[in-house]
């Protein structure tokens, strides 16, 4: 028995549980930005993806509260056009969700959660220190399909890396060489994660010789 549903016609929040918990795991955006007045923000974000890399494209789907307004995150890329993704390893899960508690414009959550930044080399908003990588952008363009949300389209113009997480001879990522050696954490659904555990190499293989083919 198939189960055949139309999305079109489901409530949007329906939607989104249904949607989220089929499209797993999604990689985290722990993003950083500066507020007007200099405050560092942080949040988390898993509607995010890497789309390519001439240019680098990253895509963020920011939705707004439930009142209609922009989240800090949203405000401070439309001021700046600047944000950093931090990466988190399962060991900053808690530390990376607790930044998604609702805390005030004004507030610094790295500051009221004790996590220390560092300067980025290539835009203005810092890194969170401890995120074992962090790829700085600069927006590129805002898609707005509906009045409920922004996408940010921005373009990855740095990357810096915890000491060893990259071996630049062989110019591979060594996520086994830091930290836990743990790999980033995935989002599942809800208040779901995961740890990366089992990985299994499965090369793309050629395609088979079709029947009297000789070469
Ligand atoms: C793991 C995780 C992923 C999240 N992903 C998103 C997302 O993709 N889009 C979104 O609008 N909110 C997302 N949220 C909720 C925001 O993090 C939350 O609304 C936060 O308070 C926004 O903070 P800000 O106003 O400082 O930007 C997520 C929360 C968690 C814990």
Same mark, same amino acid.
């Given at each position: 028995?198939?189960?055949?549903?139309?999305?079109?016609?489901?409530?949007?929040?329906?939607?989104?549980?249904?949607?989220?918990?089929?499209?797993?795991?999604?990689?985290?955006?722990?993003?950083?930005?500066?507020?007007?007045?200099?405050?560092?923000?942080?949040?988390?974000?898993?509607?995010?993806?890497?789309?390519?890399?001439?240019?680098?494209?990253? /895509?963020?789907?920011?939705?707004?509260?439930?009142?209609?307004?922009?989240?800090?995150?949203?405000?401070?890329?439309?001021?700046?056009?600047?944000?950093?993704?931090?990466?988190?390893?399962?060991?900053?899960?808690?530390?990376?969700?607790?930044?998604?508690?609702?805390?005030?414009?004004? /507030?610094?959550?790295?500051?009221?959660?004790?996590?220390?930044?560092?300067?980025?080399?290539?835009?203005?908003?810092?890194?969170?220190?401890?995120?074992?990588?962090?790829?700085?952008?600069?927006?590129?363009?805002?898609?707005?399909?509906?009045?409920?949300?922004?996408? /940010?389209?921005?373009?990855?113009?740095?990357?810096?890396?915890?000491?060893?997480?990259?071996?630049?001879?062989?110019?591979?990522?060594?996520?086994?060489? /830091?930290?836990?050696?743990?790999?980033?954490?995935?989002?599942?659904?809800?208040?779901?994660?995961?740890?990366?555990?089992?990985?299994?190499?499965?090369?793309?293989?050629?395609?088979?010789?079709?029947?009297?083919?000789?070469?």
């Amino acid at each position: 028995m198939t189960l055949s549903l139309d999305l079109n016609a489901m409530e949007p929040q329906l939607r989104y549980k249904l949607l989220t918990a089929v499209v797993i795991p999604r990689p985290v955006a722990w993003v950083t930005t500066l507020g007007p007045t200099g405050v560092v923000n942080a949040a988390p974000y898993s509607f995010f993806n890497l789309f390519g890399q001439d240019p680098a494209i990253v /895509v963020l789907g920011l939705e707004h509260r439930p009142d209609g307004s922009p989240k800090d995150t949203t405000a401070n890329i439309r001021r700046t056009g600047e944000f950093v993704v931090n990466i988190a390893t399962p060991a900053l899960t808690e530390s990376m969700v607790g930044t998604a508690a609702a805390y005030a414009s004004d /507030v610094s959550e790295p500051e009221a959660l004790g996590l220390a930044t560092a300067p980025s080399a290539h835009v203005a908003p810092p890194r969170l220190a401890d995120a074992p990588a962090a790829i700085e952008c600069r927006r590129l363009t805002t898609l707005q399909f509906s009045p409920e949300r922004d996408i /940010v389209i921005g373009q990855a113009v740095g990357l810096a890396t915890a000491d060893g997480l990259i071996d630049t001879d062989a110019w591979r990522v060594r996520w086994d060489a /830091v930290g836990d050696g743990d790999y980033p954490v995935a989002r599942l659904f809800a208040d779901r994660y995961a740890r990366l555990d089992e990985i299994a190499p499965m090369a793309i293989p050629a395609v088979p010789k079709t029947k009297g083919e000789t070469r």
